[in-house]
């Protein structure tokens, strides 16, 4: 398979909210139940770190941060949402896309990346594992889908970036 990683564009949108419906429907990926407007997801992520996986023409999946608070002393920090088409899944590509969406990360200055993750989802633990990312504990009944409580695996990685102070690691 030939892909190509690149930005997101606008024009990406419905390919982008076609496969974070299909993470929804897995009931494995989200605790959203719709997927929200392009207002909304555009208000909610960083402009500087949106990547797509691209096989000509079609997106075989995205990754977006998010912050995770408006507090200043929060800005070097983000959430990491990852995602690929059904039909995409185990074709080697999230481990690229992953690193990639670091490095911009880390370009744009942020030293913390976080993820929360459903813990039934072992294979998206296992490529946020692989990208250097850190289990740091699991938050139990986080919140209910369809009525039923779900715990979070909260992962993290710290960049390794010179000039990152050494206390922060």
Known sequence: MEYKIDKMLDADWEQVRNIF?????????TFETEAPSWEEWNQGHIQ??????????????WAALSPISSRRAFTGIAELSIYFSLDSVGKGIGTKLIQTVIESSEAAGFWTLQSGIFPENISSIRLHEKA???????????????DV?????????????????ETMK
Do not use: H, P, Y
């Open 21 to 29: 419906i299909q993470g929804i429907e897995t009931k494995n990926a």
């Open 48 to 61: 500087e770190c949106r990547l797509v996986v691209r096989d000509g023409e079609k997106v075989l999946g």
């Open 132 to 146: 250097g990312f850190r289990m740091i504990g699991i938050r139990e009944r986080m919140g209910k889908l369809d």
């Open 149 to 165: 409580w779900r715990d979070v695996a909260m992962m993290e990685r710290r960049s390794e970036i010179v000039g990152i102070d």
